[in-house]
Each structure stands twice: as C-alpha cells, then as structure tokens.
C-alpha cells in the first residue's frame, strides 16, 4: 500500500465506520498518547523497564500502527499530501545532512 493509498483508505474508513474525524486538537491528543504507548512498550522491550501485567500482549507493530493511523488523520483533515511531505522532507535532509552523519567520528 502507498501513503497516498494509505490516506485514502483512512479516510473511506473513518467517513464509513468511524463516522467522522475527531476533532484536530482531539487527534493531536490521541497521537501523543499513542506516542506514549509507543515509549512505553520500547522502554521495556529494548530499555532497562520490566514489563507490567497490563504491558502483557502488547504487539510493537500494532502500536506503531496506531500512531500512523492518527498521523494520517491529521494529514488528511489539514489537506497535507504526505507523500509529497516525505518527498520534500527527504530533499530536505539530504541537502542539510547529506555529509553531516558521514563525518561524525560518534558514528563510526
């Protein structure tokens, strides 16, 4: 799937089950709670944090897909292509960064 197809399928999904997009500041909300379930499951897997009885099941992917579902709806609610966002974000870094990370000696 594309993340243009992506945006579409998100959008026929939220006007057809989802009824409608929450409110912007609401999914800006839901998106930092999201990125918080993200944290906390990192944090335990990968980090020094042992897991909690309620922490059990939980799935890294599932969670990641939570916060690119609400990404997208923001993108959709505010117009924002983020195919072609990517796309210039990319340029972007590359003319900023393209030698930056090759010469940092933390890196090597």
Same mark, same amino acid.
């Given at each position: $799937?594309?993340?243009?197809? &992506? @945006? ?19 999914? $800006? &909300? ?34 990641? &897909? ?10 959709? @609610? ?6 072609? &966002? ?23």
């Amino acid at each position: $799937m594309t993340i243009e197809e &992506a @945006q579409q399928t998100v959008d026929t999904w939220i006007k057809t089950t989802g009824v409608r997009y929450f409110s912007e500041l609401t999914n $800006m &909300a839901i998106l930092t709670e999201e990125v918080g379930e993200v944290a906390r499951l990192i944090s335990r897997q990968y980090g020094e944090q042992s897991f909690k009885e309620s922490d059990k099941g939980k799935d890294l992917g599932d969670e990641l &897909a939570d916060v690119l579902f609400v990404l997208i709806c923001l993108a959709n @609610q505010t117009g924002i292509s983020l195919t072609d &966002a990517l796309a210039r974000n990319l340029a972007k870094k590359t003319e900023r960064d393209g030698q930056r990370h090759h010469n940092n000696e933390k890196l090597k």
